[in-house]
């Protein structure tokens, strides 16, 4: 869990412990059964300038923590759509920034000092490479502005190794590809991580598998990272469900 003041040089409000706002299910009533829970989802947003239109389509249909990754395009150019971004979003909005391990030590630090002087930033996800979990525990202490692993904690081995190594952070878990089910949910219980459940882009089984999960051991004031169907033509769970219900 995260906790109220991180102790940074920055002496703002940490926005490690801080709780996004309530959110309107976007997926809400879920055509999936015995999904109708309260569960705030992330909306994906496309990388780049695409976000700029983006967001207020998923904010219309209830999204109010959206997901943009970075890392993509030259650091000048992302600062300028992000501050862009920011400034569009409304105020009670959250931003994940995903990086997908694409930073460098130096390109890290510039992100987390902007991310320190807004507060809609939710947290800066896998800044550095997966195998560079050290420094990452090292930028965790410099910045108010909280960090997720997620290549770095792809499978219960690597929680587990992270967890030892001293993190305290947020973990990013896919269930899809993580590993046993009933390992994982031991892992999230024991230790009582901070846990963002998120997609990868599984079927719908796979879907509906990764949601009970997230349902049972996501953090419950962390939105989960399955408002992504509208990167598919179709929407499968929709299909899905139509499928079953054919009488
Ligand atoms: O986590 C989310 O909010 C959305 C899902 C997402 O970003 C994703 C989807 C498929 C594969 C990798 C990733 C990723 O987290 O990098």
């Known amino acids: 869990m995260g906790q109220a003041s991180c102790g940074a040089p920055c002496g703002a409000p940490c926005g490690a412990g801080v709780s996004p ?4 299910d976007a997926d809400f009533p879920s055509k999936i059964p015995n999904l109708n829970s309260k569960i705030a989802y992330s909306g994906l947003l496309p990388a780049g300038e695409a976000a700029l239109q983006q967001w207020e389509i998923l904010w219309n249909q209830g999204y109010r923590t959206f997901k943009w990754k970075i890392g993509v395009s030259p650091i000048q150019e992302e600062l300028k759509i992000f501050h862009q971004l920011v400034g569009a979003l409304p105020k009670s909005a959250k931003l994940r920034l995903d990086a997908n391990g694409g930073l460098n030590w130096q ?7 902007e991310c320190d002087r807004i507060p809609q930033i939710e947290f800066l ?14 930028l965790s202490t410099r910045y108010c502005c909280a960090i997720a692993l997620d290549e770095s904690v792809a499978t219960i081995d690597q929680m587990q190794a992270c967890y030892r190594l001293g993190w305290r952070g947020i973990f990013v878990i896919k269930p899809a590809i993580a590993g046993s089910p009933s390992r994982l949910r031991q ?24 949601l009970q999960l997230a349902a049972l051991l996501s953090h419950p004031h962390r ?25």
């Open 21 to 24: 706002a309530p959110e309107k």
């Open 107 to 113: 390109q890290a630090n510039a992100w987390l000092q």
């Open 125 to 138: 996800e896998q800044p550095l490479p997966d195998n560079q979990v050290s420094d990452m525990l090292d």
């Open 187 to 210: 892992f999230c219980q024991k230790y009582n991580i901070d846990a963002v459940y998120s997609s990868v882009f599984e079927t719908a089984i796979g879907r509906q598998a990764a």
């Open 223 to 247: 939105a989960i990272g399955f408002g992504v169907n509208h990167f598919f033509a179709e929407d499968e769970a929709t299909w899905i469900w139509q499928l079953w219900n054919n009488s």
